[in-house]
């Protein structure tokens, strides 16, 4: 076996990192992410000869930027884990039910896949929040709601293909039901592709999250997430950079890495390039 490239091996390792932080990182904050203290307000990073006890530095109301970026990390990995997941379920289910009924159900399916498609997804947000309000169940929703579509026809797609081959046909013969099948016999045959978009659909959501939150539409105070926070640093970039630089950071390094590890995920599985590696 092939040992990965070291920029996967630090893409990975970065990954598992931000794991770690956004689930046990308040162990290593002495502040909570709401903590304020106006005589400390703006403070450089320790580093940069500021406060020794705010690492990071602190915000327009003396808030710990550690504290913060530790709670915005978790929101944006939550919101973004959520959204991955509920989009990926769907997607695949209505992907199945297209790939199985034809006909009439899979018009309808694919027809309402390409409007999907052919639709700007931030102007659908920014609609819907703007008509149903924000709120965080509703948020999730419309995370889950960026690219369904492409699992629902890459779904389709994988699972006409496979239902095609001759062990398909077999397990049939033999008398299996339709969900047996399905469930049994194609989902693990073609499970691999539809991991690989997973990996390549979660950066996708952390920039939208991003962008809605960055805007004031996303996730709401005094819940914050890495958007949000980069938010708020837009008028301080003369004066205290650091409040928009290290959340911004940590997104380009997030989406790059998971990326990253996408692809290299997406090589490793493809069946065309395994003779390549042998």
């Known amino acids: 076996m092939r040992r990965p490239p070291l920029l996967v091996l630090f893409a990975m390792l970065f990954l598992a990192f931000v794991a770690f932080v956004a689930i046990a990182g308040n162990v290593f904050s002495p502040y909570a992410h709401t ?11 320790s580093f940069l000869g500021g406060d020794p ?12 930027m550690v504290a913060r970026l530790v709670y915005g990390l978790r929101m944006s990995v939550m919101v973004a884990v959520m959204g991955t997941v509920l989009g990926a379920t769907v997607g695949i289910a209505l992907g199945f039910v297209a790939a199985h009924f034809r006909g009439f159900v899979e018009e309808t399916i694919m027809a309402v896949v390409d409007f999907q498609a052919s639709l700007p997804f931030i102007l659908i947000a920014l609609t819907l929040l703007a008509f149903f309000g924000n709120s965080m169940t509703l948020f999730i929703i419309l995370m889950g709601l960026q690219g369904w579509e492409n699992y629902a026809r890459l779904t389709r797609g994988v699972v006409l293909s496979a239902a095609s081959q ?11 039901s339709p969900l047996r099948l399905y469930w049994k016999h194609i989902l693990p045959n073609v499970a691999s592709a539809l991991i690989v978009q997973l990996t390549l659909n979660f950066p996708q ?9 960055f805007l004031g539409l996303g996730i709401q105070p005094p819940m914050t997430s890495l958007g949000q926070i980069l938010g708020d640093g837009r008028d301080y970039l003369s004066n ?21 590890v996408g692809d290299a995920l997406r090589d490793y599985l493809d069946p065309t390039l395994k003779r390549q590696r042998v």
Do not use: H
């Open 205 to 213: 959501i952390v920039l939208i999250e991003t962008a809605l939150s």
């Open 35 to 45: 903590d304020q203290n106006l005589l400390a307000r703006l403070k450089p990073p």
């Open 240 to 260: 205290a950079w650091w409040i928009a630089v290290w959340p911004g950071t940590i997104i380009f390094l997030t989406t790059l890495s998971m990326s990253i």
């Open 166 to 176: 001759p062990y398909a046909q077999a397990v049939r013969a033999l008398g299996s």
């Open 53 to 64: 006890r705010y690492l990071l530095g602190t915000d327009r109301l003396g808030r710990d």
